[in-house]
């Protein structure tokens, strides 16, 4: 869900960056990941099985050098990790792994940096659910 700073609603985009074409960060292509903007949020039920969620998060190429966003993970509700301020033309971070251990609920967040929404093209690169006993 986005709720927009201004203007119309941007849904995040699967596989794909919100600028439009795919996610690509620092020069380099990701097949597989979240585009989002800022003040937007998903949600996916657990069955308890999962127990480890992984990613790499950044701002898309298609914002050049603005956007600033602060990525966040909920489990089950609470704050487990944030990745305080990330701005346009950083090299991606690295996130997890987050402990699911028993989680019912995984959410995704991505807040306003100190710019509102200008150029806030995140991208959640190559993001994974790991299952107990997978290896």
Known sequence: MHTPFLGTVRPPVIDGSIGGGPLEVGGRWSASGLGMTS????????????????????????????????????????????????????????????????????????????????GDHAAWLDPRLVVEGAG
């Open 39 to 118: 003040q937007t949020r998903m949600t996916w039920p657990l069955d308890g099985r999962h127990r480890w969620f992984c990613s790499r998060v950044a701002i898309d190429d298609t914002a050049g050098d603005s956007g600033d966003v602060v990525f966040r993970v909920l489990v089950d509700g609470r704050s487990v990790w944030s990745s305080g301020p990330v701005r346009g033309g950083q090299k991606p971070r690295k996130l997890g792994p987050v402990d699911l251990a028993g989680a019912r609920k995984l959410t995704l967040v991505v807040d306003y940096g100190r710019r509102a929404d200008v």
